[in-house]
């Protein structure tokens, strides 16, 4: 695998040993320094794209930590401290709902963005408005480069 | 009943022999030996002779009805006949197969033919009548019955139609009239394969060859035409018709008009199919879009790592041109199509608000403005994914005709469509439009007007969806310089189709 952050949950259980997720270092920098600062939590139960949105955003100059479902995510954002989450929406054990409105509960300067491949997530969207809790979805696949234009435009 | 007398081979052999001594012997033992009841009656109505066969009709023997009135036998209301019978036969007239009412000696009445004769004297004169009567309750009954049957095919909704061998029409109901839309005089006497479309007349050569064999064909579904020429579905049983002998001499045929009922089933079908595709696309939405995520975003970062100007960087440029398109495919059929969940009440228009939300950042790039105009107080029962994807498809059409940017108008107000009360929303973009060669297309699957662009099933879906939901879409266009444009205008009944519940309970 190309990817040289591999994180791993300790929560889930699957891997023994202490959570490693060291911020990526940026690969090729970005000549936008300012932009080197923003930290993104990029969560997703499909690891390849947890994985590759993480390095793109990388080689884009932001910081960026991969996690693969929601409890992950909670524990890579205590020590990660991300301005942005960047999270999918159906994923097993916590879905990316639930994880951004705990998230913004403890952070309310967090901004969230979800993104999902599945139309039939309006239950659970509606169950976080009914909460009071209303995020910008958007589908998958998005094309890189609007995924960062979107990033950027705050 | 039958006038032949029981075969008595002895008697007859003696009757032979006597004939050569005197004639008049042989026909009294005629008399003797018929069925019916052979009786003679003076000019005063008084039985003279009275046969075995007019004793076993009426009951009485001879010695009870010899020298008694004939009126014994005729029920009460009817006594006037007899003086008209006696009238007639004074002056010399027969009186032949005479129907009428007698009355046995029990009591019962039935009916019988008669024949009477005057009987004359050596001079002439006529002295008498002779009077042969006939039971005929069994013919009446079997009238009655052939009457009752006929009554029952004349007014059968089913076509009822009988034809010979060769295929000639002998009998036409009023339900053929109706069906086939000849009268009887049309089609007697004419070959049935006028009632068949051309395409389908070997058919009848197959049903001549299996009635000439007597076999039956039962709930046959086929096609014929109509008068008007209208081609429709018919489900036909043939049978073959005997004659006395047992030999097929023709053939019955009782056809029923299908056409509403296979109309329901392709209906049905369609439906079937449609959620087919719901189904499927949910699925491949789940597995498609998420692969699609990772393979674009591994494309980007492999042209990250080639020479920018090299061979691998441009071949991957043009891979990720084709991802974009499967992943257009895939937006616009997959994205909201499976969100089927229960119908929920809701204002039209925050779905039109939701929608327009996501094409903004694209619309602002194109410079579209946005003209909204809401007046659909009244909360509408639909399911809101389908409902999404009816107006995410339009919407994004109305973008796509209006390249160079424009104005797009988004209505929605209440109506009354007909009977039905409803919301109507109208989506007009005043875009290149649609050339009119191709309004008659659009809404086929598959067609296009966006050459490699277009999925061809964008107004399709909608169609499909607004029709599922008892509804209607309409589209007007028009491509003349600066009054180009195209307007959709969709309406959805408040009232559920009953169809579309039953079949999403089928479905579900």
Known sequence: ?154 | MTAEPTPLPSRQLQVTERVTVDPRLHLAAIVDSSDDAIVSKNLNGIVISWNLGAARLFGYTAEEMIGKPILTVIPPELHFEEEEILGKIRAGERIEHYETIRMKKSGERFPISVTISPIRDEAGRIIAASKIARDITERRRFDESRFRLAAIVESADDAIISKDLNGIVKTWNQGALHMFGYTAEEMIGAPILRLFPEELKYEEDEILGKLRRGEQIHHYETRRRRKNGEVFDISVNISPIRDASGKIIGASKIARDISDKKKIENLLLQSEKLAATGRMAAAVAHEINNPLESLVNLIFLARQNCAPESKASKLLTTAEEELERVAHIARQTLGYYKDTSAPVALHIHDLLDNVLTVYGARMMSAEIAVDTRYDDLQKIFVSKGEVLQIFSNLIANAIDAMPEGGVLKVSSRKVFSGSKDGIQVVIQDNGRGIDPANLDRIFEPFFTTKGNLGTGIGLWVVRQLVERRGGQVSLTSSTSHNASGTTVTIFLPFAHPKDADDEKGKTR
């Open chain 1, 1 to 154: 695998m190309l990817m040289p952050f591999i994180a791993k949950s300790t929560l889930a259980g699957n891997e023994s040993g202490e959570s490693r997720r060291a911020p990526m270092s940026s690969r090729a920098p970005d000549p936008e320094s300012a932009l080197s600062r923003t930290k993104v939590l990029v969560v997703d139960d499909q690891k390849l794209i947890a994985d590759t949105i993480a390095e793109i955003l990388s080689n884009a100059g932001f910081e960026t930590m991969a996690a693969y479902d929601g409890w992950e995510a909670l524990e890579a954002a205590g020590r990660f401290h991300p301005h942005w989450l960047l999270s999918d929406v159906l994923m097993p054990r916590m879905n990316g709902v639930e994880l951004a409105i705990t998230l913004r509960q403890t952070d309310p300067q967090l901004t969230i963005l979800l993104f999902s491949g599945q139309a039939g997530i309006s239950d659970i969207l509606l169950e976080g408005q009914r909460r009071g809790y209303e995020f910008e979805l958007l589908a998958k696949p998005i094309h890189p480069l609007k995924l960062i234009e979107r990033l950027k435009q705050e």
